[in-house]
């Protein structure tokens, strides 16, 4: 069984342009998350789309947004890029919500560089 | 910001020795979840506890949920140079959190052959 996967592994992008990550979940999971790993930090959470809705984000600005597809897949969109934003951008699944303790499973993530 | 004090930040040790970390918080979790990252991956998920006292084995490594609910440890026996990586320790509060997995800093273990 596929795990998570995520695209592309790299991305190099410079100030002030767009980026798309996609993420496909493990089959069977409908609820998506998205977390930023800047180097040497830990995870900070993103965003959680459950059942097409997105249900909750951190404190992240609006700049950051994404949607989940109706096969459950994801895209984060990050508009007008800052250096700041170079990190890896990891993306989770679970067959349930992570509020009602499951697991999260992590694909291997996109690695975003701001030039 | 991180909600989760994980301690220590870095460890070295030999191969074969035993390793200790914890995870504590002013908040009561209601699941702790253990996983450990390597070099240019995610985190893989270790062991996940559900229970207060709660004690789980997953190989050489064992970890328990704390009494209290605010706290947890992931001890390691035995360490093999594998185990280099970083360790983190995650968990969900008892109150809503809208899906948020609150992560731990992490620790990282170099284990010298």
């Known amino acids: 069984e596929a795990g998570v996967t995520q695209s592309p592994t790299h991305l190099i992008k410079t100030r002030g342009q767009q980026a798309t990550l996609r993420c496909s979940p493990i089959?069977?999971?409908?609820?998506v998350y998205w977390y930023q790993q800047a180097l040497g930090l830990g995870l900070q959470f993103l965003l959680w789309?459950?059942?097409?809705?997105?249900?909750n984000r951190g404190n992240f600005p609006p700049r950051f947004s994404g949607r989940q597809f109706p096969n459950y897949s994801s895209e984060l969109n990050v508009n007008a890029l800052e250096l700041e934003d170079s990190a890896l951008y990891l993306c989770?699944?679970?067959?349930?919500?992570?509020?009602?303790?499951?697991?999260?499973?992590f694909g291997s993530g996109t690695q975003l560089s701001v030039l | 910001g991180q909600q989760l004090n994980q301690s220590p930040q870095s460890m070295f040790i030999q191969e074969g020795e035993d390793v200790s970390m914890n995870c504590t918080s002013s908040?009561?979790?209601?699941?702790w979840l253990w996983y450990k990252q390597e070099p240019g991956e995610g985190p893989v998920l270790l062991i996940a506890?559900?229970?207060?006292?709660e004690l789980t084995s997953n190989g050489r490594l064992t970890a328990q949920f704390g009494i209290t609910r605010k706290d947890s440890f992931l001890n390691i026996s035995a360490s093999i140079p594998s185990d280099v990586g970083i360790y983190f320790c995650?968990?969900?509060?008892?109150?809503?959190?809208?899906?948020?997995?609150?992560f731990g800093q992490g620790t990282e273990l170099s284990v010298k052959p």
């Open positions: 506890l559900y229970k207060a006292g």
């Open positions: 789309y459950d059942e097409g809705e997105e249900r």
């Open positions: 989770a699944s679970s067959f349930g919500t992570a509020y009602l303790g499951e697991k999260l499973f």
């Open positions: 089959s069977g999971h409908t609820s």
């Open positions: 908040s009561i979790f209601n699941t």
């Open positions: 995650a968990g969900h509060r008892i109150y809503n959190q809208g899906g948020k997995l609150i």
